[in-house]
């Protein structure tokens, strides 16, 4: 442990700090043998830092290791873009456009790392469906008032239980996280 503080030391490395959890390994026991620790940093000198002011470090969640991974970011947002984000949802239409592989390819090859690519991504898909529904708002619709009327209705139980049972169990686990199985089941 000394010989690597002095490589520290003489390289004038310096922790970069963290976004979101400050723990970045734990033992995965129960109770009160239960322990977290942060062990995972990431590290530069003041050279790197000036060349890249606005890096940021995310403590990703723990899925396989006992480390939790660690994203670096360019972006000053990278917290607020990968955990406040629950806007983005990818539209079937938009793969049928001629479009938007031209989109997804541009905004894919802006960034080296793979989180920022993705939100690069739906930042440009975003945008782009927003103008085409702006263009949208300009056809005259289809649904009459008393369809509207019969789509604004209130669920019943059973319709919402009928819809539920015809979902796949494990498919789309929103909202809180949930797949369809928990519902299913309870």
């Known amino acids: 442990m000394t010989k690597f503080r002095e490589v520290l030391e003489n390289c004038h ?4 700090g963290f976004s979101s959890s400050c723990f970045t390994w734990s033992n995965r026991r129960l109770g009160n043998s239960f322990t977290k620790e942060r062990l995972d940093r990431a590290m530069s000198n003041p050279e790197w830092c000036s060349l890249f002011p606005k890096v940021s470090v995310l403590v990703l969640a723990i899925r396989t290791s006992d480390h939790s991974p660690l994203a670096i970011s360019f972006k000053e947002d990278v917290y607020e873009r990968m955990y406040h984000r629950r806007g983005f949802k990818f539209e079937a239409w938009w793969a049928k456009d001629v479009e938007c592989p031209n989109i997804i390819k541009s905004a894919w090859d802006e960034d080296i790392l793979i989180n920022a690519s993705i939100s690069n991504v739906q930042d440009r898909l975003s945008a782009w469906s927003d103008r085409v529904e702006e263009c949208i708002r300009f056809v005259t619709p289809r649904v009459s008032e008393d369809m509207k009327n019969w789509l ?7 319709e919402v239980r009928r819809a539920l049972f015809q979902m796949h169990p494990l498919k789309f686990p929103r909202p809180y996280g949930f797949p369809a199985v928990f519902y299913q089941k309870n």
Request: glycine share 10%.
């Open 13 to 16: 490395l310096g922790d970069l």
């Open 152 to 158: 604004l209705q209130q669920f019943t139980e059973d």
